[in-house]
């Protein structure tokens, strides 16, 4: 079984859709959780970053965090073209532990 | 404020060849991770160094082998590279105790 669980989709939604991006993981002892954008054939860009449950919100974007079904999600309100990336999920133990990501899910957002 | 750079961009490569990738953190950032990511998968943590030193290492074979200068800048290099080696190498870099890690534009290495 993988650490982190990340359905790879594709995913296709229109424009202005709400998008429900998720991963579940097994260790329990994970305490950060973050989310990254990855357009085709660039670095991992850094959208969100939460500590413990709860959740985080940022502009059109929402982190979620349920440690008790260890569970993670990201919201995208109002969806567009731009949008349009692979979604990784990354947990980690400690402040300066290695990340672990989910494999990442595509997204398409037509107009 | 430059963000993290890495060089080259690309790199073709025969097996049994060597290579050497180069990574500059982002200003301020004193740690630096390496990660490999197979097409159609997420990244997969190689090393980390922080203060010059291999402070964590993922499961990777001694071919892959990194070094940290003392202006944080750091090198991966990879020894007798087989096929399987062919991937998008990242670097990321962070701040000592902070988890949030910024990642470059990669390295994509092809091994022919």
């Known amino acids: 079984q993988k650490e982190v669980e990340q359905d790879p989709g594709p995913l296709s939604v229109p424009e202005g859709a709400i998008v429900s991006l998720n991963c579940t993981y097994s260790?329990?002892?994970?305490?950060?959780f973050m989310w990254y954008r990855q357009y085709s054939r660039k670095g991992p860009e850094l959208l969100m970053y939460t500590y413990s449950s709860g959740n985080k919100e940022d502009g059109r974007f929402t982190a979620q965090v349920d440690k008790s079904s260890k569970y993670i999600s990201l919201f995208i309100r109002d969806s567009q073209p731009s949008d349009s990336a692979t979604y990784l999920c990354?947990?980690?133990?400690?402040?300066?532990?290695?990340?672990?990501f989910g494999a990442g899910t595509r997204l398409a957002v037509h107009p | 404020d430059a963000g993290v750079t890495q060089s080259p961009t690309h790199l073709i490569k025969t097996r049994g060849q060597q290579v050497t990738l180069r990574c500059s953190p982002k200003s301020g950032h004193d740690t630096v991770s390496w990660y490999q990511q197979a097409l159609g998968q997420g990244p997969q943590f190689i090393f980390q160094?922080?203060?010059?030193?291999?402070?964590q290492r993922g499961n990777f074979p001694d071919r892959f082998s990194g070094h940290q200068f003392p202006n944080y800048s750091s090198e991966l290099n990879v020894n007798a590279l087989l096929l399987g080696d062919s991937a998008l190498y990242l670097c990321a870099s962070s701040l000592t105790g902070d988890n949030e890690q910024f990642f470059g534009p990669g390295t994509r290495l092809t091994v022919l």
């Open positions: 990354a947990t980690s133990l400690s402040g300066y532990n290695k990340l672990i």
């Open positions: 260790n329990s002892a994970f305490q950060y």
């Open positions: 160094y922080y203060e010059e030193e291999e402070r």
